[in-house]
């Protein structure tokens, strides 16, 4: 069997394995994640930002430079945002403060149903965030017009899959919050 790892590959598995971790904590804990994953993402930008405006050029950042094999300050910032971002989506999961509960009232299929859409939906954002990152678009301060097609265009012209969810990050990012929000309208809520 010869396996060639490529951009499409590594993009699979990582949604896969999100997928999965979705799947194994549930939908409440995943809805928990995406809604954690919209606060990192507007965390981690402007971290990684602020990290950029008051770090580069020091010795700390070019250590940075250095340990990650990032040729520009630009690409640390890219690195410090996808960093930063992971921690904190890892941290929303597992400590945030917040709590979803949703009602269980439709069968046992409707649910597995439900939690897969929620599943795929989380792997999306979480992607799309990276992916966006990588472009070197913030969502605080805009974007760079001459690095957005510069720094993707690598994965972008190798993989079908980074094709796929850059063309589609506009559904990534609103799915999920409006998926969320019809299934709490709809919810029925429990006689007090």
Do not use: C
């Amino acid at each position: 069997m010869d396996i060639h790892l490529s951009w499409d590959l590594f993009i699979i598995v990582f949604f896969v394995v999100i997928v999965a971790y979705s799947l194994i904590i549930g939908r409440d804990n995943t809805l928990k994640v995406i809604l954690g994953t919209y606060v990192a993402a507007l965390s981690a930008d402007a971290g990684g930002s602020i990290f950029g405006k008051y770090f580069s050029g020091s010795e700390m950042f070019l250590k940075i430079l250095k340990f990650a094999s990032l040729g520009t300050e630009s690409a640390a910032v890219v690195f410090m945002k996808v960093l930063f971002f992971v921690g904190l989506v890892i941290l929303f999961a597992v400590k945030g403060a917040f709590f979803v509960q949703t009602n269980s009232d439709r069968s046992g299929p409707i649910r597995l149903v439900i939690s897969l859409m929620y599943a795929v939906m989380s792997a999306g954002l979480i992607v799309s965030v990276i992916l966006v990152f990588v472009s070197g678009v913030s969502f605080v301060g805009g974007g760079n017009a001459q690095t957005t097609g510069s720094a993707l265009w690598t994965m972008y012209s190798q993989s079908t899959m980074v094709k796929s969810i850059v063309g589609n990050s506009y559904f990534w990012f609103s799915v999920p919050a409006l998926a969320f929000l019809i299934q709490s309208i709809y919810n029925k809520k429990p006689a007090a």
